[in-house]
């Protein structure tokens, strides 16, 4: 998720995805890609031929946040509503996305036993209405729970639904809520978003905590013990490194980018990068367009969007209609003064980066769709194969691009469940 507005926010073939897919993809492809003959058309072949192979995981969209309105359907094709919605059952099929994970987003509000509270019921009912969509679509969809999970469930053919926590918030100062979170299917928690609390400093607040709080060291621990990831994303410098001595297991960055190309305190250092590999972590690269690229001045925007900041009392204390609201207004003005969007080869210019600076095995893609994420060539999950055609333009083997989809991933996750089961 985008740090402002804070408020917010196969069918049953026996192929592992439909021939139908296949076509849209390749479709998909042309359109993006202007034609450069036969080259280029086999380039595409190949590039479909092999996104259909990979088990192919998204670690992170805000999509739950459209689960939360009744009149939203995750089995139909969502494309035209306004603001835009990204990720739905039909274009997942089309985009050759298995699986990705949904995440259950609570902005930062009060640290009072109320504002607890009232995230923890927050994220109870997003966690309900992640459950009650899949449950009208189960001829399509399933939860998805382990890490061989999402594999078995691409081969029926249809898409895994894992389920991740954005903000440690709602966590309030239970620790058994920890466990609680798992066993409604919760495999990763964020520890924070935008605003320091109790767990740890955010990478977009002031220092307050030099890290990870002694209330965190107890919830690693915890989220250890259980056998939830540990999402780095979105925490200060400081909270990273303490995270990396905290916790047992590798951890992952559910959706961030490479600072040396996009100098945003939400990405991470080379260093970062490094000591992530040393971790045996993975990071999952972001793709939402002002973490990957600085944005071009916009000043009609920022005016339009500081308005909306005052209005708004700058998202703080906002009831849930409000904050819908708010949310919708922030998405509108951004429809009305369009940013010049980074594109697909920015992307994978961080990929490159990030493969250089910390190993082929710790990267993956992790889009931040329906939370800000979007770019040229990738606006939504229909067009995830215009990564993975980039990708084999640039070189990369098929061996490389199913560790990158998938693989990178699975096996942090497969890690976390042994040492939690040990
Ligand atoms: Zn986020």
Redesign the pocket.
Known sequence: ??QSPQTTRKPALPMRKSALATVFLLALTCHAFALGGGKQQRLQKKAARIHNSCFTIDS?NDTPMWFMDSTYNFGENNANRRPRNRVDIPRMEAGGLDAAFFAVFIGQGDRTPQGNQKALEQALATFEAIRRNVKLNSEKTTIALGSDDGPAIAKQGKRAVYIGI?NGYPIGTDLANIERFHKLGARYI?LC?SSNNDICDSANDTIEHHGVSGFGEKVIAEMNRLGLMVDV??ISDESFYDVLKLSKAPVIAS?SCARALCDNPRNLSDDMLRALAANEGVIQMCILSSYVKAPLPNPARDSAREALRIKYRNFKGLNEQEMSQARHEWYEVDEHFPQKLATVQDVVDHIDHIVKVAGIGHVGIGT?FD?GGAVEGCEDVSEMGNITLELLRRGYSAKEIRMIWGENLLRVMKKVEKLAEA
Do not use: K, R, Y
Request: hydrophobic residues 20%.
């Open positions: 998720m985008l992170h954005e964020t978003h994303s979105h959706h931040d939370g």
